[in-house]
Nanobody
Framework: QVQLVESGGGSVQAGKSLRLSCAAYGVATAMYHMGWFLQAPENKREGLAAINVDGTSVYSDSVKGRFTISGDSGKNTLYLQMDNLKPEDTAMYYC???????????????????WGQGTQVTVSS
């Protein structure tokens, strides 16, 4: 049974940083492409970063240069370092194994169908 537990969200002012974690159970993160998704209020869930099995990563234009995705295979945990946060980053954040993505249209990244409860990030100006 796959279980994903996101944590690390919070309320911060613009310009600050947060580090999100995603502990995975029942799925080896090192064996799958893994991704972070966000869902703002009244919007659909969309992809923003992915890390491939070979360790390479891709980002949506909105977070490129500010967010860093990484993984720790020993802890079976995925991370998202979020720097220089902006109010428009306010959303629920989810991690998931990735079924497919188009690097030029990362927002349409498709999860493998497993979701955790998410973690809320709120950025005030």
């Amino acid at each position: 049974q796959v279980q994903l537990v996101e944590s690390g969200g919070g309320s911060v002012q613009a310009g600050k940083s947060l580090r999100l974690s995603c502990a995975a159970y029942g799925v080896a993160t090192a064996m799958y492409h893994m991704g972070w998704f966000l869902q703002a209020p009244e919007n659909k869930r969309e992809g923003l970063a992915a890390i491939n099995v070979d360790g390479t990563s891709v980002y949506s234009d909105s977070v490129k240069g500010r967010f860093t995705i990484s993984g720790d295979s020993g802890k079976n945990t995925l991370y998202l370092q979020m720097d220089n946060l902006k109010p428009e980053d306010t959303a629920m954040y989810y991690c998931a194994p990735v079924a497919a993505y188009n690097e030029d249209e990362l927002s349409r990244m498709i999860s493998a169908g497993f979701w955790g409860q998410g973690t809320q990030v709120t950025v005030s100006s």
